[in-house]
């Protein structure tokens, strides 16, 4: 069964990924509160932070160098609301020249409207085979 997930959440992060795949900046801009915290696991094993202007920087740099715009392609997998605070886990793939990430968006409501405040993005794990974060149980006697 599938959980039903908070309309204006979900439609949130649609618009999320519509804005910043078109570089649209002056949208996105809004879309992100100031003290973001947008986190990337890195190939060498470690977490580089980037704050909301160096992120924003990064968008700006690539509409103005004429870069297509990215692929809006996600799958939200779970969604936690704590009150005016909120989690959201997606499958989202930028390009197809880009690998695939899982992406934990930290919401909060503001003023009534869903924000990022922070985000951190990981590689899409292989599913084929993965083991688990625990090990399997030991047989007990």
């Not at 793939?93 to 003023?111: G, H, I, Q, T």
């Amino acid at each position: 069964m599938n959980p039903t997930h908070n309309p204006e959440i979900v439609a949130f992060i649609d618009v999320l990924a519509d804005t910043g795949s078109h570089y649209r900046m002056d949208e996105m801009e809004r879309l992100y509160t100031e003290d973001l915290g947008f986190l990337v696991l890195t190939p060498q094993g470690e977490v580089a932070r980037f704050t909301k202007a160096e992120m924003m920087a990064e968008f700006r740099s690539r509409r103005d160098a004429g870069e297509k715009p990215l692929s809006t392609e996600k799958r939200i997998l779970h969604i936690e609301e704590q009150g005016d605070d909120a989690t959201a886990i997606l499958f989202r793939r930028m390009s197809e020249l880009a690998d695939p990430a899982l992406y934990e968006l930290r919401l909060r409501k503001v003023d009534g409207n869903w924000l990022v405040c922070g985000e951190t993005v990981m590689p899409w794990p292989d599913l084929a085979h993965a083991k688990g974060f625990l090990p399997p149980r030991a047989a007990t006697a």
